[in-house]
């Protein structure tokens, strides 16, 4: 198998880490292989959408999530560094309101299961960053819904040096989470 699956505080969170050949010439690995995800996770999950971001040092994306239609994202960063944010909103769960924090790089190659369920966000920690996902279902304007990056309640603890981040207008306006419709 070339993919390993990493455990994150909260279990339905997972790391995957492809296996990556190098040499002199650079590097090869399957981005993404259904056999392997499948292995890996325990999961079977059909992807219908692929997405691609740029975005430069300081923008923060997120907390974005839909209320029906929930998307899963297989996510990962392709040129640049990001710092990755997976809040769980199910409320039936031991980690309703908890959120995993992870670096992800072209460097580390790593990538992010964040499951149904959960509101997504990324910082962008390097001059840019180049951001790809897959979803487990599309997007559907009419259901997307935003929580505020920096809500106390959920208290995520982003790497900002003391800088602001550079938001969209949906961000600016994201809901708190005590208000959020989940």
Not at 57 to 77: A, D, E, F, S, T
Not at 141 to 156: A, L, V
Request: proline content about 4%; hydrophobic content about 40%; overall charge negative.
């Amino acid at each position: 198998m070339n993919l390993k699956a990493i455990q994150t505080a909260i279990p339905d969170v997972l790391i995957l880490e492809p296996k990556v050949f190098g040499d002199d010439r650079g590097f090869f690995f399957e981005s993404f292989n259904a056999k392997d995800f499948d292995a890996a996770t325990g999961l079977k999950r059909d992807f219908v959408q692929d997405n691609h971001s740029r975005s430069v040092k300081g923008v923060l994306r997120g907390l974005h999530y839909q209320i029906r239609r929930p998307q899963g994202k297989l996510v990962r960063v392709v040129a640049g560094e990001v710092f990755d944010v997976a809040v769980d909103l199910r409320r039936e769960s031991g980690t309703f309101g908890k959120w995993i924090g992870v670096s992800l790089s072209a460097e580390n190659k790593r990538q992010l299961w964040v499951p149904e369920g959960f509101a997504h966000g990324f910082l962008v920690v390097s001059e840019f960053a180049e951001f790809l996902y897959k979803t487990t279902e599309y997007y559907a304007p009419e259901f997307d819904r935003c929580i505020k990056w920096d809500d106390p309640t959920i208290g995520i603890e982003w790497p900002l040096a003391g800088t602001t981040p550079v938001l969209s207008d949906k961000d600016r306006r994201g809901a708190a989470f005590v208000d959020a419709e989940l």
